[in-house]
């Protein structure tokens, strides 16, 4: 039975990712997605897009809005965008989307099980049936826009799909994963992710087994006309119910901004502390990417946290946007120069890996590792002077966002004078 692993608030945005960072996007997402495929496996990599918290960081780290519901559309899309390409190779395959693109989801899958030998119309049944449990098994006022269904050569899949609530301005993610899976009724959810909206109808839930046999029973042995009659004999007394783990909760602000108290600082610290400890000049021979300075090594120490971190290491997804900024300026704006180095390093890394030299990938992975020796004792800048600091050489690190380039300082003092 699929395990739920948490919950999370997420604030509903509206707006598009640019052309400028989606492709970005895409590409970054590609390169960490081989990673994990490489050292971890293609299961791995479904059991991190199931985990909300993860998916949150992965998200972030790759430029989007570290907070709001516009995450899982701009992963999802990315993803699309940059494993389709790759899907004979990795073995891996993004169906579906937002809107009209969801209603896509089961021919998709169907066309791509005659290519890859899986059950296509099998999983394209799994398809409806999530959706139609999320929609109307799980009555939580949120209504389904999103839909996407990842899958893999041997027909293992993971499923993200989210719903909005146009009243609360809220979202609700929800993620199921196919391994362990008995049962499409009862506690399917790998998590779902959502404020707490008060009272729900989740026909789903372990406890509520009861009601579905006792509906089905009514309907067999009175026919919908007598239900109603039915109702006063009931046995008003609780009967005793299977009880469920309280869940890791998430919650993400409504505050677009990124603050102190969103980050973890002594993990930034360590990761800090290592990007400066691997001596970038040497950092850069070793990785034969002309170019990499410091900055890019701070980037790259946060996504191999992605790439290597154990799940309790996703519970600040807003840590994970100090690699590359947001697009909306917060933390700051994207470091594009930063960001396509990081991108290049990747891809140079993953190269050699395709060529039997895993020497390059196991030096971002040391990287992590270091991260999370030094974080104990590792000391560095306040959050304030960090960003500040940030915001500063914008211009230098090729500074964009949603508002356009960054100008130079001296530009910026003229502009306010």
Known sequence: MAKRSGSADLPLHHGRVPPWLASRMARLGTVITEAIVHHYGRDEFLRRLA????????????GMDWHSSGITTAVVGALKRGLTPRAKELGLHVCGGRGSHSRQTPH???????????????LARASRLVAKVDSAAVQDGFDLYLHGFIVTDDGQWVVVQQGMNGESKTARRYHWLSQDLRSFVETPHSAIDGKN????????????????????????DF???????????????????????????????????????DVMMRRLHGALAAAADAAPADFADLLLVPGVGA??????????EVVHGAPHRFADP????????????????VPT????????????????????????????????????????????????????????RSFEYGGRSVFGW????????????
């Open 318 to 333: 807003a840590r994970f946007s100090l690699a590359h900024g947001g697009k909306d300026r917060h933390p700051y704006p």
């Open 295 to 304: 900055r890019t090594v701070r980037s790259l120490a946060l996504v191999a």
């Open 197 to 220: 909206q008060g009272e729900i109808v989740n026909l789903t839930d372990v406890r509520a087994k009861q009601s579905r046999a006792g509906q089905l029973e009514l309907l067999h």
């Open 337 to 392: 120069k930063v960001l396509d180095e990081t991108i290049g390093v990747l891809k140079s890394a993953l190269g050699s890996a395709r060529l039997g030299n895993d020497e390059k990938l196991d030096a971002i992975r040391r990287l992590d590792s270091q991260a999370r020796q030094l974080e104990a004792h590792a000391t560095g800048p306040s959050f304030g002077a960090f960003t500040a600091e940030e915001r500063r």
């Open 108 to 122: 998709e899958l169907v066309a791509i099980g005659e290519r890859t030998g899986f059950d296509g119309v099998a």
């Open 51 to 62: 985990h909300p918290y993860w998916f949150q960081s992965f998200g972030a780290v790759m």
């Open 223 to 261: 026919g919908p006309d007598r239900i109603v009659q039915q109702l006063s004999a009931l046995n008003p007394k609780p009967a005793p119910v299977e009880t469920e783990p309280m869940l890791p909760h998430l919650v993400m602000p409504a505050h677009h901004d990124v603050r102190s108290k």
């Open 406 to 417: 960054e100008p130079p300082p001296a530009a910026k003092g003229r502009k306010t004078s």
